[in-house]
């Protein structure tokens, strides 16, 4: 079992940077595929961006060149970090995180096994 912890949301100016981080519980962090998905309101989850067991990242192209992902095994932590953000990036954060050794798609939300409570970021323009 993982239990994920997101923090360091919060109102930001458009064109700030924040980041964001996810903090797990449990055994073999370093065996889990992570990633970030965020939610605004009336719309469905979509994948943000992604970091395998491996180190490989992955983006929406949405964010690609803004965001990096990046993760801390021997803190059992994720972060994204956000540069030059904008309106559109107002949303509800969650991380997420695979079953070990995942190798499948990441960007879509059912690839994930366990999700956290969420933070919330608000960016405004």
């Known amino acids: 079992q993982v239990q994920l912890v997101e923090s360091g949301g919060g109102l930001v100016q458009a064109g700030d940077s924040l980041r964001v981080s996810c903090a797990a519980s449990?055994?073999?962090?370093?065996?889990?595929?992570m990633g970030w998905f965020r939610q605004a309101p009336g719309k469905e989850r979509e994948f943000v961006a992604s970091?395998?067991?491996?180190?490989?990242?992955a983006y929406a192209d949405s964010v690609r060149g803004r965001f990096t992902v990046s993760r801390d095994n021997a803190e059992s932590t994720v972060y994204l970090r956000m540069h030059s953000v904008k309106a559109e990036d107002t949303a509800v954060y969650y991380c997420?995180?695979?079953?070990?050794?995942?190798?499948?798609?990441?960007?879509?939300?059912?690839?994930?096994?366990?999700w956290g409570q969420g933070t919330q970021v608000t960016v405004s323009s």
């Open positions: 997420a995180a695979t079953t070990p050794y995942y190798s499948g798609n990441t960007y879509r939300p059912w690839s994930y096994e366990y």
């Open positions: 970091i395998t067991w491996g180190g490989s990242a």
């Open positions: 449990g055994r073999a962090f370093d065996s889990y595929t």
